[in-house]
């Protein structure tokens, strides 16, 4: 879904949801027994463009996404049952901030920053059943903040024949109170020998 606020804002809203679900049911005189796995991802993002002028627009996103996997078996018998679950899972709440500067068709400046909060569920194994002092619960989670800033240039010369696309990326990444950083230098270049030939040369480091 998108709404129109006039020639510089624009607000738009997009999501999904899909599952993939395997399972059985059994039942024999009085035992019956259920299991199954599934996995699903979900995701939802708001982005805000708005137009500062005809060389300069920024995009603004909330995005947040989530996807979990789960291993399940239940059974009973008259009075006695067993339950076992498995599972494991990361969700994501992030936020991005994008501006793009055009201040001629042959040159682009990109640059922005981004927060991404990571809450991971490396394995959470629960079991229970009709004997509570047998009961197990393990479960493990980490939580992990990473942040990034960057800024690149596109720029075309020499009758578009030859194109360069130096960037620069500084990245964060916060887990159990410990800060590791890195910055990631990348480079791209290509020469258009004639229209259906040319030479291209990368450097990226991350």
Known sequence: ANYDFGNKNKLFLSGYFGRDKFYMNEKINENSMKAGLFWQNSTATLRWNHLFNNKLFSNA???FSDYTMDIYAKEDYMNDFFNL????????YSGKYDLYYHPSSNHSIRGGLNMIYHIFTPGAFVVKNSDPSNDINLSKREDGIENSIYLEDEIKTFKNKIRLNPGIRLTSFIVKD?????????FSGSYMIKPDLSVKISYASM
Do not use: H, L, M, V
Request: proline share 10%.
């Open 61 to 63: 996103s909330i995005i």
């Open 178 to 186: 410990k800060a590791y950083w890195s910055p990631e230098p990348r």
């Open 85 to 92: 679950n498995y599972i494991s899972g990361i969700q994501d």
